[in-house]
């Protein structure tokens, strides 16, 4: 059944008590704003200067000698040109699965792979310093090259705010590096889907709020005057991040509407994150889903993150025992202030009729970026 709000906001706000994803649980830990380490002021993406010389300041790496090494690399170009990239590469171990329902089985076999899940550049041009900018997000990976941000960036007029005009990702929600994440695959505000449209938003003090209007064919061009609208908003306080999503769309005759809250608590080493989505959907597809996600994050030196996540996944509101779930628990270390190695046991459940979401999962990656 379709959850309340709630039931929602006690998920985020005790179940917060097990969960949090990759690089946002370092921004909550911190008390940071997004804009803080990224030029995108929603998160991801390409490190301002901050985010590009923390590591190498508040991170105490594993491999010292390697990172001392490191310390005189630039990433800038002259007075105005700025690059930077991310680079992520796995070994994914597949383990075989097996279920059985009304007398038939369900299975799927063992696999291991290599891949590489990302392989981002970044250039920015600062136009008029502080001012106006053009940003460029490239993806380039074996698996073929393609566009994910290209956009024209307007900052301070007025003060603390901001309007973006171009290809982007849509603000919603936590930005999690991790797509596979429910709130980020079902929502469908994740790295794979941009749109064409206008962004603005506003950061005064502690609090910061962004709306998108864009055109909702993911990345497309329109052939209709129906829009979509993003938006998120969060409050800052020392120890509490508290905020809230809003989305909706119609595209195909389907009208779309998403609504989620989450927070994030700092309890010295201990990090608590959660967000709570209900998504709506009416007209020529009628469908009620719930989607919740919270983490924990531990910081067991500076420079080494000890993290279990949960997400959940209830797909149809009138169906019963139809729900999704998936638990990772693991290691993410600092090798130098630009490498992480991290290690991952994913445990999945779902329907018996499902081998792939019932199929467990031990991820080993690594990690570079500056």
Request: charged share 20%.
């Amino acid at each position: 059944m379709l959850r309340s709000p709630a039931f929602a906001l006690i998920i985020v706000l005790v179940a917060t008590a097990c969960s949090v994803q990759a690089e946002p649980y370092i921004a909550f830990r911190e008390g940071l704003k997004c804009s803080a380490c990224h030029v995108n002021q929603t998160g991801g993406g390409m490190r301002t200067e901050y985010g590009f010389y923390f590591p190498q300041t508040d991170i105490q790496p594993l491999l010292g000698q390697l990172s001392e090494s490191s310390a005189d690399f630039s990433n800038q170009v002259g007075d105005n040109f700025f690059f930077g990239a991310d680079f992520v590469a796995v070994e994914e171990t597949t383990l075989a699965s097996e279920a059985r329902h009304a007398g038939q089985s369900y299975a799927r076999d063992a696999q291991s792979t290599f891949d590489i899940v990302s392989g981002n550049f970044y250039i920015e041009a600062r136009l008029a310093p502080e001012k106006l900018s053009l940003y460029f997000d490239e993806t380039i990976t074996p698996a073929g090259a393609s566009s994910r941000e290209a956009f024209l960036m307007l900052q301070g007029t007025p003060k603390s705010s901001y309007l973006k005009v171009g290809r982007m990702l849509l603000p919603y929600g936590i930005r999690l590096w991790d797509d596979a994440a429910f709130i980020r695959q079902v929502t469908g505000f994740n790295f794979d889907n941009q749109d064409m449209g206008v962004e603005i938003g506003y950061a005064p003090g502690r609090t910061s709020f962004s709306v998108a209007v864009s055109n909702g064919t993911q990345g497309g061009r329109d052939n209709n005057t129906g829009k979509q609208i993003s938006s998120v908003g969060s409050v800052y306080m020392k120890y509490l991040i508290v905020g809230g999503s809003f989305a909706m769309n119609e595209s195909r005759g389907i009208d779309r509407m998403l609504l989620g809250p989450f927070a994030s608590l700092r309890l010295g080493p201990l990090t608590l994150t959660g967000e709570a989505d209900w998504l709506s959907e009416s007209g020529a597809k009628e469908q009620d889903q719930f989607i919740a996600y919270a983490s924990a994050n531990y910081w067991l030196r500076q420079s080494l993150n000890f993290r279990i996540a949960f997400d959940f996944l209830d797909p149809y509101d009138e169906i019963e025992e139809d729900e999704r779930s998936r638990v990772v628990v693991g290691l993410e270390g600092f090798l130098t202030p630009n490498l992480t190695a991290s290690a991952y046991y994913k445990h999945k459940k779902s329907i018996p009729q499902d081998p792939e979401g019932n199929a467990d999962i031990l991820s080993l990656s690594l990690h570079t970026f500056f």
